[in-house]
């Protein structure tokens, strides 16, 4: 199976990938390429970017949530014909599980996809230096599949003058340079980046990026560089497909400023199990959509929208409604934090919420809990027995009732604690899930809202 892609990798995180990234998907969309996008591993955030750049959905690709074949069919599942595939990676090219491990890096995913590399280089401050940092990532390259570099923070003398000693010491493209652009920066807050519609201006910096990459960067070698890629070895696609959008069950999604983060992968599996998929916002509806079945409440940051979450009584009182008539509910991370009786913000104030979870949840001022997780059932309810399903974890808050009825497993150092709250139609904890690492999951929580739809007649 053909398709022309390239990773675009950095050799640390905070080295520009997704400004680059971003920039490049929009200069080949203006020159005409029918380009895709997918981002490797568990962030939500820089998919959105890539979304808004593209106007369709990003896709992530993670193996170690799915291995390598699945994560393969994954990507085989965006292929029609004749797209150019743009892949950005996460952190440095070669950190993957604990910071140690190949399983879920960037090389693990370029290698097991076969994708040629283009490393994206921090230079700022830098002069001969950058080449012994990029030798080193080449020497590491067991693969070599690293085709290119650019060179970021980099000024256009500075460029002229390395440019050529690294080609000519270390025999690789370097295909440019993008210099520092203080006013076009991609904002960060404690989680990642700011999502994009929090941003002014966002499609205009987008345009001014991709102007600039245009100028300073030779993205017709980039093409000829995923031109060369190599055919897809064992990538049918996966059995993953949707079904009509006029089937029951109905699962409500919560969506929008404070719930956003969500995996399409996860949905394609729930409509591959028969569930029709609705959106609606905790933050602005009154109701439920009609004839709800199941609500999912995915993460985001409902900590920047407390007073309007505490203030739409009607929704918390739709909720509490859905939830007491044993309506299958499942929420993650922020969704989690939203069903709590209080939010409590870093200043000590306190907002109510849902109250459908006994307890408060707490900024505690640092990461709590951070990185892959596998999750476990103390008892079989949405999983089959002796089976996990793979997904992570990362948040700020707390909660004093976070739930014992699973065990999260950390895949790096086997350490493990107790988590979620996992009752007969209830799947509510901090863990974001990926469906397809285990779809029985996806299949059960589907499964309960067709009892529940038959039930409730």
Do not use: W
Not at 42 to 71: A, C
Not at 240 to 269: H, M, S, W
Not at 433 to 443: C, D, G, I, R, T
């Amino acid at each position: 199976m053909r398709l022309d892609r390239i990773m675009i990798a950095a050799t640390s995180s905070g080295s520009g990938k997704t400004t680059i990234t971003c920039g490049m998907l929009k200069s080949l969309k203006k020159m005409g390429e029918n380009v895709i996008s997918f981002k490797c591993g568990p962030d939500y955030i820089d998919p959105m970017y890539h979304e808004k750049v593209l106007g369709v959905s990003s896709r992530n690709l993670d193996t170690f949530f799915t291995g390598e074949e699945t994560t393969r069919k994954i990507m085989a599942d965006q292929i029609y014909g004749d797209e150019l595939a743009v892949i950005e990676g996460v952190m440095g090219l070669f950190d993957g599980l604990g910071g140690v491990r190949e399983e879920g890096s960037s090389y693990h995913l370029a290698r097991v996809t076969k994708t040629p590399i283009v490393l994206v280089v921090n230079a700022k401050g830098m002069g001969r230096s950058v080449i012994p940092l990029i030798a080193g990532f080449l020497s590491y390259d067991t693969g070599h599949l690293i085709k290119g570099v650019i060179l970021n923070r980099m000024s256009k003398g500075a460029f002229e003058i390395l440019a050529p000693v690294i080609k000519d010491e270390l025999n690789i493209e370097v295909l440019g340079y993008y210099p520092e652009q203080k006013d076009l920066v991609l904002e960060s807050r404690h989680l990642g980046l700011m999502i994009p519609d929090e941003i002014k201006d966002m499609q205009k910096n987008l345009e001014k990026i991709s102007q600039k990459l245009q100028e300073t960067i030779d993205i017709s070698r980039l093409i000829r560089i995923a031109e060369s890629s190599e055919k897809l070895s064992s990538c049918e696609k996966s059995d993953f497909v949707g079904v009509t959008e006029n089937e029951a069950p109905l699962i409500a999604v919560a969506k929008d400023e404070a719930f956003c983060f969500y995996y399409q992968d996860n949905f394609k599996l729930l409509k591959h199990y028969g569930a029709r998929i609705q959106f609606f916002s905790i933050l602005h509806d009154k109701q439920l959509p009609p004839g709800t079945d199941g609500l999912l409440i995915g993460g985001g940051y409902p900590e920047l929208y407390l007073q309007e979450l505490s203030s739409n009584l009607h929704m918390k009182s739709e909720i509490r409604k859905a939830f007491n008539g044993g309506m299958p509910v499942v929420a993650e991370c922020g969704g989690f934090m939203y069903l709590h009786e209080m939010i409590e913000d870093e200043n000590g104030d306190k907002f109510d919420m849902a109250g459908v979870i006994p307890g408060t949840c707490r900024n505690m001022g640092k990461t709590v809990r951070f990185g892959y997780i596998e999750v476990r059932e103390k008892n079989s309810n949405y999983l089959p027995a002796n089976t996990g399903i793979r997904g992570h974890e990362f948040h700020y808050f707390d909660s004093s009732h976070n739930g014992d009825d699973c065990i999260a497993v950390k895949p790096a150092s086997g350490k493990s604690y107790g988590c979620i709250i996992d009752k007969k139609n209830l799947f509510l904890g901090f863990p974001h899930l990926y469906y397809p690492s285990n779809p029985v999951f996806a299949e059960n929580f589907v499964k309960k809202t067709v009892e529940y739809h038959r039930n409730k007649r």
